[in-house]
Nanobody, 123 residues
Framework: QVQLVESGGGLVQAGGSLRLSCAASGRTFSSYRMGWFRQAPGKEREFVAGVSRTGISLLYADFVKGRFTISRDNAKNTVYLQMNSLKPEDTAVYYC????????????????WGQGTQVTVSS
């Protein structure tokens, strides 16, 4: 059974930092590219960041470049999202997912998702 479990969300003031973790099981983690997405109330789920199987190739949405860093530890079957300089507009539920095929930037390219972790940034 494939599972993804996110953790590390919470309430933080603008300008603060959070580190999200996503623990994977049920698949050979190192064989899959991983992605982070987010969904704010009333909005569609959007791509935040992606990481290749080795962790060398990184992709970011323009709105997080320079503030967020994605990384992975294949020995721990975990992908991370370090979020710095948080803004109120970063408030959303954050999800990790296994990449399957197609666009890296679209939810349709991913086949398994975690339950999400809430990030709330106060002004």
């Amino acid at each position: 059974q494939v599972q993804l479990v996110e953790s590390g969300g919470g309430l933080v003031q603008a300008g603060g930092s959070l580190r999200l973790s996503c623990a994977a099981s049920g698949r050979t983690f190192s064989s899959y590219r991983m992605g982070w997405f987010r969904q704010a109330p009333g909005k569609e789920r959007e791509f935040v960041a992606g990481v290749s199987r080795t962790g060398i190739s990184l992709l970011y949405a323009d709105f997080v470049k320079g503030r967020f860093t994605i990384s992975r530890d294949n020995a721990k079957n975990t992908v991370y999202l370090q979020m710095n300089s948080l803004k109120p507009e970063d408030t959303a539920v954050y999800y990790c997912a296994f990449y399957n095929s197609g666009s890296y930037y679209s939810t349709s390219g991913y086949d398994y998702w975690g339950q999400g972790t809430q990030v709330t940034v106060s002004s």
